[in-house]
């Protein structure tokens, strides 16, 4: 809470600490999404990218999460709402099971 209420007179820092949270959050989904793309279970072209959509999609509700170490019904339940919308646009259609897109591209 501090570093928000002191956003703007550390502008430096609160950029670099909000980057450091987005990347530990990078680095926890994007392993499980390249895995998924692998195993034929997502339909990806870049799983960095979906990686940045899915954080974005999920927004305050899980840097909230993370930064307050709190959790809360109705954050979780927009964190999930967010990720049955980006599940529907990455799983495969069930027309063309065969098709994988390439999920290392970066």
């Given amino acids: 809470r501090i570093h928000l209420a002191e956003a703007p ?14 990347q530990i ?14 195993a034929g279970q997502l339909w990806l072209d870049d799983t ?4 940045e959509q899915l954080i974005a999609l999920t927004g305050a509700g ?6 307050l ?7 979780d339940a927009a964190v999930q709402s ?3 919308l980006f599940l ?3 799983l495969p259609s069930p027309r063309q099971p065969n098709l994988r897109r ?5």
């Fill in 69 to 75: 170490g709190q959790e809360s019904p109705v954050r």
């Fill in 88 to 90: 529907r646009a990455a």
């Fill in 9 to 22: 007179r550390f502008g430096a820092l609160s950029t670099s600490f909000h980057d450091k949270v987005v």
């Fill in 48 to 51: 960095g990218t979906a990686t």
């Fill in 82 to 84: 967010a990720a049955q």
């Fill in 102 to 106: 390439n999920a290392r591209s970066r």
């Fill in 62 to 67: 899980l840097m909230d999460s993370l930064l």
């Fill in 25 to 38: 959050l990078h680095d926890a989904i994007r392993p499980h999404l390249d895995r998924w793309v692998d």
